[in-house]
């Protein structure tokens, strides 16, 4: 909440977790931007291009991990970022780039991954700034 601007990242799935947490976070947050919203990967990039130390990065990604993502977050944290990742497991390969690692374990009998842990997740961050 004390960032300048805090930047939500998530390719695929993870792009409408990304969108919901982005639009709680709205009301709490000087500026927001959900990186992946709108175009590829060259977009968020460009949307990252102004990323200051003073920034926030929030990166979700959840089995099969993308790399696109993961190559972001790097980017992030080597600009100084405060870097936050939502992820299953310490195994990530999103853990080793955080700060802070939220985990919301993505196991499900029949899909490869559930969304359901994330959304809790995300619900208990947004309440928490509320």
């Given at each position: 909440?004390?960032?300048?601007c805090?930047?939500?990242?998530?390719f695929?799935?993870s792009?409408?977790?990304?969108?919901?947490?982005?639009?709680g976070?709205?009301?709490?947050c000087?500026?927001?931007?959900n990186?992946?919203?709108?175009?590829?990967?060259e977009?968020?990039?460009?949307?990252l291009?102004?990323?200051?130390?003073?920034?926030?990065?929030?990166?979700?990604?959840?089995?099969?991990?993308?790399?696109?993502?993961i190559h972001?977050t790097?980017?992030?944290?080597?600009?100084?970022?405060?870097?936050t990742?939502?992820?299953?497991?310490?195994?990530?390969?999103?853990?080793?780039?955080?700060?802070e690692?939220?985990?919301?374990?993505?196991?499900?009998?029949?899909?490869?991954?559930?969304n359901?842990?994330?959304?809790?997740?995300?619900?208990?961050?947004?309440?928490?700034?509320?």
């Open positions: 909440a004390e960032a300048p805090v930047y939500v990242l998530g695929g799935l792009a409408h977790l990304a969108a919901l947490l982005t639009l976070l709205q009301p709490f000087r500026q927001l931007v990186v992946v919203e709108y175009g590829g990967t977009v968020a990039a460009g949307r291009m102004n990323l200051e130390r003073a920034d926030a990065l929030i990166a979700i990604s959840f089995p099969r991990y993308a790399a696109d993502a972001l790097r980017y992030a944290r080597d600009r100084g970022a405060h870097i990742a939502l992820t299953d497991s310490i195994a990530s390969p999103l853990a080793p780039l955080a700060d690692l939220l985990i919301a374990q993505s196991a499900h009998p029949v899909l490869s991954s559930s359901v842990a994330a959304l809790l997740v995300i619900e208990a961050l947004v309440t928490a700034l509320m």
